[in-house]
T-cell receptor, first 115, second 112 residues
Framework: SQTIHQWPATLVQPVGSPLSLECTVEGTSNPNLYWYRQAAGRGLQLLFYSVGIGQISSEVPQNLSASRPQDRQFILSSKKLLLSDSGFYLC??????????????FGSGTQLSVL | SQQGEEDPQALSIQEGENATMNCSYKTSINNLQWYRQNSGRGLVHLIL?????REKHSGRLRVTLDTSKKSSSLLITASRAADTASYFCATDEKAAGNKLTFGGGTRVLVKP
């Protein structure tokens, strides 16, 4: 069976500090990978998605970047955090090569507070 | 901009009652999905309905899709306190590629 791991669960960082959130998927190959951000009480905003190693699509210009160094590893980074980067970050995956978006499987999320 | 918009934003019902929430979208879709999120947790997939389907059931869940009106509804029958959560619709736009677009969600409170 497939599992997704996302860490850390909570993170408090000062403004201007770097960020690295990691997400890994087990039990499948060549998944589509996603990073979403959720403001408190709001819906999900797609930040990045990837259909393969080294293939990253950015949805929103921002202070963040994403990388996919391995097939089942997706990393969200920032060189210098802003207050506006605070939020709940969710990693997700779906089966690749389906031609359409089937169900997403979400990680448990990271609550990031930038102070 | 949001592709899917849920209505109402919040819903409070008694245990045993039915809960209905709606989702409207703007462009042609391949499928529409509903997800559930407990507070502070990740989303869990509930049901997927394809553009050529009109109704789908899963346990106490019933989803309808009206592509002419670009809308969908999620009905939870005989609600339980454990159904308290936020519910989101997500659309797979035909022109959007490999991604889903989520609405703002409906917060459902089921009182025991």
């Amino acid at each position: 069976s497939q599992t997704i791991h996302q860490w850390p669960a909570t993170l408090v960082q000062p403004v201007g500090s770097p960020l690295s959130l990691e997400c890994t998927v087990e039990g499948t190959s060549n998944p589509n990978l996603y990073w979403y951000r959720q403001a408190a009480g709001r819906g999900l905003q797609l930040l990045f998605y990837s259909v393969g190693i080294g293939q990253i699509s950015s949805e929103v210009p921002q202070n963040l970047s994403a990388s996919r160094p391995q097939d089942r590893q997706f990393i969200l980074s920032s060189k210098k955090l802003l207050l506006s980067d605070s939020g709940f970050y969710l990693c997700a995956w779906s089966f690749g090569n389906t031609g359409a978006n089937e169900k997403l499987f979400f990680g448990s999320g990271t609550q990031l507070s930038v102070l | 901009s949001q592709q899917g918009e849920e209505d109402p934003q919040a819903l409070s019902i008694q245990e045993g009652e039915n809960a209905t929430m709606n989702c409207s979208y703007k462009t042609s879709i391949n499928n529409l999905q509903w997800y559930r999120q407990n507070s502070g947790r990740g989303l869990v997939h509930l049901i997927l309905i394809r553009s050529n389907e009109r109704e789908k059931h899963s346990g106490r869940l019933r989803v309808t899709l009206d592509t002419s009106k670009k809308s969908s509804s999620l009905l939870i029958t005989a609600s339980r306190a454990a159904d308290t959560a936020s519910y989101f619709c997500a659309t797979d736009e035909k022109a959007a590629g490999n991604k889903l677009t989520f609405g703002g969600g409906t917060r459902v409170l089921v009182k025991p």
